[in-house]
């Protein structure tokens, strides 16, 4: 915790866009094109458009779920995936 108070003409405001982070439909941007994409994908080419719409629901809903909890998780994610376990060789 700073204690002392910066110097006069030091202080610089942020704006809070910078800090948040990018989200679409409460889910992250990424992630939510991909689970778009893939539920498109299954609704249109293989024309199975109520399984698309349900597989892009349950996969947007889960998404924005996670993103409320910790809107970074899908970089924490991937940083879990990328690191070997302990009992793996």
Not at 29 to 39: E, N, Q, S
Request: aromatic content about 6%; overall charge positive.
């Amino acid at each position: 915790m700073n204690t002392h108070p910066a110097p006069e003409g030091l202080e610089v405001p942020i704006h809070a866009s910078l800090g948040q982070p990018i989200l679409l439909g409460g889910a992250p941007r990424g992630l939510a094109i991909v689970t778009g994409t893939v539920a498109a994908a299954v609704g249109l080419g293989l024309q199975q458009f109520i399984a698309g719409l349900g597989l892009w629901a349950a996969a947007h809903s889960l998404c924005v779920m996670a993103a409320r909890r910790d809107p970074d998780f899908m970089a924490v994610l991937l940083r879990h995936l990328r690191h070997k376990g302990y009992w793996s060789c």
